[in-house]
């Protein structure tokens, strides 16, 4: 047994005393050790979802469908991506009952080799809102009573008359009709070609439909096979109602399932807090995988669908600021929410608990030196688009020009190369260049002071070593 910095512990059932009746002494280390690390033991639950439970597994490609989707996951027959899932229930506390009626979370990280992908679904195809704007409020309503902390029936219901769109999931809720996976949320996908059509995620389990009863703790369904259901951008727009409404299910006869693949779970976590509690899903990670026009989601700017375009960021925003106050900046670093297929490689540094700082690698971009590059193939739908006009040289030189005085201009220079001598020389040529172009004088005084500069510097060093 060892103290949280490795020490040995000779005796952890006695604090440290100034005798049988005296006082505790400040310098029991292994007691305050213990004591300050216990005062710290709880993190903030989740907000919703807090009651939980979770498994390891994997997801096999048994049916192909790169004819939709590029996504590396779906790449081939047979490949398989190792993934957690988390169950939970949404309104209750971290200690409510299994049993109680209520959605129930179907979080999904999948571990691909293009990062992780997180899809965070419900047992349910559909969702009581469809503007995220109304989220909160309508959580408050299904949560204890702020006064009583009892459960009060005239919110939950109160919402539910006021608001119809509840109507559609308020009635699976209370029907017995509730037991697979869905992403609810329609995303997008894109084929090599660039194609795109809207997508459902559907996770069927092979256990059938189940339903819990009061009082009655059931298994929920392991092993579902995973389907999709697509529809193009041509069918969105004939659709009779919005087919990016989150209240609504798109009609089966139009747009069959498609099987994809079977999600196994054959592990449990070794470690509870480690894995279910610190799991952070989140559905803006979809690598491979796009937006729709989903406002439960986010916007999309493909056209002919301008009209949908809204200006929410709903879940994209809500689960990452949810997780920054759960689980700090690092939340990625975290085992479990780690993509250690693929690599997080970026120019974020420090923080609390910066487990994996990367090194010695720069952190800044642009960079030339070994740190993260952009990759050109990972482009997505929307342009992000420079806000500059490029006309970098004419103020500079109007400045050089016209303000600075011929010893202006001396000092500039000289006053640079003190800044810029030590830097590596393909970094100071491009600088060179740079110069050239705001007047040939200014790139060709800074190159022989820098010569003279960096001649002078040697000089020193090997004086001084003499
Ligand atoms: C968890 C927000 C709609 C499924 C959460 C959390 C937040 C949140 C803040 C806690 C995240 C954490 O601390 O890790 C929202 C907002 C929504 C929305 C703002 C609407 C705009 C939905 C919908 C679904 C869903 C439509 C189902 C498709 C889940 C699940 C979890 C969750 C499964 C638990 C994830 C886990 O196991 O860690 N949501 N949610 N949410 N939400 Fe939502």
């Known amino acids: ?48 979802h807090a009651k939980r439970a979770g498994a390891h597994g994997y997801f096999e490609v048994i049916h192909d469908i790169t004819k939709y989707c590029k996504a590396d996951l779906f790449s081939k027959i047979g490949k398989q991506t190792p993934l957690f899932l988390r169950f939970s229930t949404v309104k209750g506390e971290m200690a409510s009952a299994d049993t109680v009626r209520d959605l129930r979370g179907f979080a999904l990280k999948f571990y691909t080799e293009e990062g992780n992908w997180d899809l965070v679904g419900n047992n349910s195809p559909i969702f009581f809102i469809l503007d995220p704007i109304l989220f909160p409020n309508f959580i408050h309503t299904q949560k204890r009573n702020h006064q009583t902390h009892l459960k009060d029936a005239n919110a939950a219901w109160e919402f539910f008359s006021l608001r119809p769109e509840t109507l559609h999931q308020m009635m699976h809720l209370f029907s017995d009709r509730v037991m697979h996976g869905f992403g609810s949320d329609t995303f997008k996908m894109i084929n090599a070609e660039g194609v795109p059509v809207y997508v ?164 800044y971009h642009p960079n030339s030196i070994n740190g993260p590059q952009e990759v050109k193939c990972a482009k997505i739908v929307g342009d992000r688009i420079a806000a500059g006009d490029y006309l970098n040289f004419d103020q500079p030189r109007v400045f050089r020009e016209k303000i600075l005085c011929e010893e202006g201009r001396k000092n500039l220079v000289a006053n640079i190369v003190d800044g810029c001598h030590c830097a590596l020389p393909f970094i100071t040529d491009r600088l060179i260049q740079n110069f050239e172009k705001v007047h040939p004088d200014f790139a060709s005084m800074t190159r022989k002071a820098l010569e003279e500069k960096r001649k002078c510097t040697k000089e020193e060093k090997h004086a001084s070593s003499l």
């Open 1 to 48: 047994m060892t103290t949280s910095n490795g020490a040995p512990i000779l005796n952890k059932n006695d604090v440290l005393t100034t005798g049988v009746r005296g006082t505790i002494l400040m310098q029991d280390v292994v007691f305050m050790d213990e004591m300050a690390h216990f005062d710290r033991e709880r993190i903030p639950a989740r907000v919703v």
């Open 200 to 363: 459902n995620f559907h996770f069927k389990t092979k256990e059938g439909i189940k339903s819990l009863k009061p009082c009655e703790a059931t298994r929920i369904g392991e092993d579902p096979d995973f389907y999709i259901r697509v529809g193009d951008e041509h069918s969105a727009e004939n659709c009779p109602f919005n087919a990016f409404d989150v209240t609504k299910i798109w009609p089966k006869g139009e747009y069959p399932l498609i099987p994809v693949g079977k999600l196994v779970l054959n592990k449990n976590p070794l470690n509870y807090f480690a894995e279910v509690e610190q799991a952070a899903f989140c559905p803006a990670h979809i690598p491979g995988i796009e937006f729709s026009p989903d406002r439960m989601l986010q916007v999309s700017l493909t056209p002919p669908l301008e009209k949908e375009v809204n200006l929410f960021n709903g879940r994209i925003f809500s689960y990452n600021d949810a997780h920054f106050h759960r689980l700090g900046p690092n939340k990625n670093q975290l085992p479990i929410n780690c993509p250690f297929r693929s690599r997080a490689f970026n120019t974020q540094r420090d923080g609390v608990a910066s487990y994996n700082n990367q090194g010695a690698a720069v952190n």
